[in-house]
């Protein structure tokens, strides 16, 4: 009798890769071209969705792939993201594609816990922490180019979302056993993928999956970033629309007085079970690594259906996102833009 390997995904079955057809086949080409990698778990599970799907890969490819700035930095600002969100899955993604940029010490150091060495770096790697609560003093002024604001902003919004859909929907595994763990194979696996990595490929492709998105916001004006993130804030908010008003003015009202924390199971900020929708999409936004098999099955019985529950996760993993992009201090960087021009 065959034994089935073990996979990454907790509570769905994703469409096998000879069934994908259309746009899901499309990002699946660009992923393999642009990241290196065709079939990353953190995509493969939102296929379901083949809108979501597109757009969370549009935004990641034209602000931490093709956007302007050092791709280190960036790297440094989704590992930052994710280390706040404690998403041990994509630290150690990061990790990893921190050996791929070449910066083998750096990834190192992180990786035990130490501050980087480097001023900026560390400074980068704190603006990425601190943006779980955008009001902290990190977030007061950017440690990068005013010019690369808005791949770095987009960047940081982009792992808040893909935090939250991996801490709910995968397991903690990106390799068999936590391979990854050892530092070899952290730099035998970023060696494979320095060559993608280490080249930017032009803007503008991950906009050619979408369909006709609006401008985006006011940040990444004059950008490929804004229309992307208009596109994945459309397509997960739309998710919405599985729980009744009540459900959704609940989402709205606890995120609006959001602090960042990370509020444990016994906060009465959840809603109990008899309130499915609401309490897994407040889970997401909020602590997703707190969501237990329990909270999905309450969901599943009134809706059965990997297209509904990736759809839920994705409204309450944009709720955070939303607050957060909310809540940056962008006016600050148009003084830090003002400031460089005049020196």
Request: net charge neutral.
């Amino acid at each position: 009798m065959a034994m089935s390997l073990p996979t990454p995904f907790r509570y769905t079955t994703p469409p096998p890769r000879k069934s994908v057809t259309g746009v899901t086949a499309d990002v699946y080409a660009q992923l393999a071209s642009d990241f290196g990698i065709e079939r990353p778990a953190t995509f493969v599970v939102l296929s379901p969705v083949p809108q979501l799907l597109a757009s969370t890969w549009a935004l990641m490819r034209e602000s931490l792939i093709a956007g302007e700035g050092d791709r280190t930095g960036k790297e440094l600002a989704a590992l930052g993201v994710s280390l706040a969100n404690r998403c041990p899955f994509c630290v150690d993604a990061h990790t990893m594609l921190l050996h791929a940029t070449g910066d083998h010490s750096l990834a190192e150091a992180i990786a035990r816990g130490r501050t980087p060495s480097d001023e900026g770096h560390a400074r980068v790697l704190a603006w990425g922490r601190a943006s779980r609560a955008p009001e902290a003093p990190e977030t007061t002024s950017y440690p990068f180019p005013a010019a690369h604001a808005p791949a770095y902003i987009g960047t940081a919004l982009t792992f808040h979302f893909i935090n939250r859909i991996a801490s709910v929907l995968l397991t903690e595994n990106l390799l068999p056993a936590n391979a990854q763990r050892l530092r070899a194979v952290r730099s035998l696996g970023g060696r494979s993928l320095a060559r993608t990595v280490r080249r930017r490929p032009a803007p503008g492709a991950g906009l050619t999956l979408l369909d006709a998105p609006g401008p985006g916001p006011t940040w990444a004006r004059g950008t490929t970033v804004g229309p992307a993130y208009a596109a994945l804030r459309d397509a997960a908010l739309a998710g919405g629309g599985l729980l009744d008003e009540a459900d959704r003015s609940l989402v709205r009202e606890t995120l609006e007085g959001w602090d960042g924390g990370h509020p444990s199971l016994a906060w009465d900020g959840f809603p109990d079970r008899s309130r499915p929708g609401a309490r897994l999409a407040l889970l997401t936004a909020l602590a997703p690594y707190r969501t237990t098999d329990e909270d999905v099955t309450a969901w599943r019985k009134s809706t059965d259906t990997d297209r509904d529950l990736v759809r839920l996760v994705a409204y309450g993993a944009f709720a955070a996102v939303d607050r957060v992009e909310r809540m940056l201090p962008v006016r600050t960087l148009e003084k830090q833009c003002r400031s460089e021009c005049d020196t």
